[in-house]
């Protein structure tokens, strides 16, 4: 007798296959950081223009690719989140823009970017002058390019107004975390709690206030000089994007400054943390009070 041979056929599907196979994800990107001072100047300069080209054109899908989801701005009218910031691009604009004294730094995986700036724009109705002011913007590599966390502006009417609400409500517990990070530094200065204060101060950390562009050595002075009143903080908002925490508030702080007194009057802030906890660093500050 002849043997049986019974042939079994195995038939997947295609969808059945694919599940079997691990499919690989096209690698991301990483970032080239530049090699020197001047390079990353010359990367800074090159963002910011980009940036400022979208605003002049009311290109807000455009901008939209630069900022990350946690990004916030502060001028002197207050904070605002991405979709505010999109909102003013896209009913708003600005002319022509003209920076200068570019300086970029690095800290971990952020590039601080700050500059003076000549900018024909208008907040609020309100045309703002084309003086040179200062600008300050954080950027991190994320998804294959370089995108934007925060960024400040200088650029006030000659007597600045109160600050208004910021334009969202944010979220309860990422406001709480910013809170904590912000009263602590902010108080440490206040009470000449110096070793703290220096602490929590990053190596290549930058600065713009109403004496322009700032570094670490320069905060570390004022802080040792100031006297300053009992801070009052309020509408506190904290967002993070990644490894970075950005903490926006109109803080009422007085302070006497060598010849300079800035009022004891409410004045939009902001702090970018990275890190978190007892760990965390300040890598930028935008302060809008100035003197009277």
């Known amino acids: 007798m002849q043997p049986i041979l019974l042939t079994f056929a195995l038939v997947l599907s295609p969808t059945a296959f694919a599940q079997s196979v691990p499919v690989q994800s096209a690698p991301i990107a990483t970032v080239e950081w530049p090699k020197n001072d001047a390079a990353r100047n010359v990367l800074g300069e090159s963002l910011l223009n980009t940036f400022f080209a979208k605003q002049r054109a009311k290109d807000a899908g455009g901008a939209g690719q630069l900022l990350q989801t946690g990004f916030q701005a502060l001028n002197y009218q207050g904070s605002i989140d991405r979709a505010g910031e999109l909102a003013a691009i896209a009913g708003a ?9 570019v300086h970029a730094t690095r800290v971990g ?29 954080v950027w991190t590599w994320v998804d294959g390019a370089w995108r934007m966390a925060a960024f400040g502006s200088l650029n006030m009417p000659q007597t600045r107004p109160a600050p208004g609400a910021p334009n ?41 206030n109403f004496k322009g562009q700032k570094l670490r050595d320069d905060l570390i002075k004022g802080a040792d000089y100031a006297k300053s009143e ?4 309020a509408a506190i908002r904290g967002t993070q994007c990644g490894d970075l925490t950005i903490v926006t508030c109109n803080l009422t702080l007085g302070q006497k400054i060598g010849w300079s007194t800035l009022p004891a009057a409410s004045a939009p802030f902001m702090v970018v943390f990275q890190g978190a906890g007892s760990l965390a660093k300040v890598i930028a500050t935008t302060n809008t009070n100035k003197p009277v």
């Open 109 to 137: 995986d952020a590039l601080i970017v700050t500059c003076l700036a000549t900018v024909h724009e208008t907040v609020g109705g309100v045309k703002l002058p084309t003086d040179e002011t200062p600008r300050m913007s």
């Open 168 to 208: 969202s409500a944010g979220d309860s517990a990422t406001n709480a975390i910013g809170e904590t990070l912000l009263k602590s530094f902010i108080n440490a200065q206040v009470n000449k709690d110096l070793t703290v204060f220096n602490a929590m101060l990053a190596d290549g950390m930058q600065s713009v």
């Open 93 to 101: 604009g600005a002319g022509t823009t003209k920076i200068s004294d």
């Open 230 to 233: 009992t801070p009052v903080f």
